[in-house]
């Protein structure tokens, strides 16, 4: 089996995407930048006063047709930058309480579609190799000590990120394992797309 997809890779030529040197070539409309005006029901509070909250947002479709995507993917948040980690950029994923979509979508990015490495993004399973700790999911109350000992665990200069509507605000399932001040960087989505996840850690180590 594993020559037959080495075959169709040599045969079919190179798949991977430019994104994020250029426009992605299928971008989502869910989840994406949304517009519209009014107060529709809303679960998450995502929408209040007329305004748009993507950290909350779990694009359920209730706010439309008030409210329709856009399909723009820079639905994030930078905080803080550290350029230091241009070279070489690590992330240590922790699941602190998710469904497990989040994990999927963060998984992609290393993908041949996406291929985070030729952007000298990298995935490690330490802590302490770490540069940036992405945290999904609720706050499940035996996750408490180990998002505690994996964030100490980390070297200096280091990055939280919130990836996903449960991590930034707890969604509707629960409570965020941070208040979202001390987060560096929120991707919004449920679950993010992997545009959105891969701009923003491009953004995080200052691109």
Not at 33 to 50: M, V
Not at 70 to 91: C, H, M, N, W
Not at 104 to 130: C, K, W
């Amino acid at each position: 089996m594993s020559n037959f997809w080495f075959g169709e890779g040599i045969r079919k030529g190179r798949k991977t995407e430019k994104f994020p040197f250029a426009q992605p070539d299928d971008p989502p409309a869910r989840p994406s930048g949304l517009e519209g005006s009014g107060e529709p029901y809303c679960p998450t509070e995502a929408i209040k006063n007329g305004k748009w909250d993507q950290g909350k947002c779990i694009f359920c479709r209730l706010c439309e047709p008030e409210y329709q995507p856009t399909g723009r993917q820079d639905i994030f948040s930078v905080k803080k930058t550290e350029p230091a980690l241009k070279k070489s950029f690590y992330i240590y994923k922790l699941d602190s309480g998710t469904c497990g979509a989040c994990n999927v979508e963060l998984g992609t990015i290393f993908d041949p579609q996406f291929d985070a490495n030729r952007l000298n993004i990298f995935a490690t399973n330490s802590p302490r190799h770490a540069d940036a700790i992405v945290i999904m999911g609720i706050l499940a109350e035996g996750m408490r000590e180990a998002l505690k000992n994996a964030y100490e665990a980390m070297p200096e200069p280091k990055l939280i990120i919130a990836l996903g509507a449960c991590a930034i605000s707890g969604g509707i399932l629960g409570d965020s394992p941070m208040v979202r001040e001390d987060y560096h960087v929120e991707i919004a989505g449920c679950p993010p797309s992997p545009y959105t996840i891969l701009e923003a850690l491009a953004r995080a180590r200052g691109d």
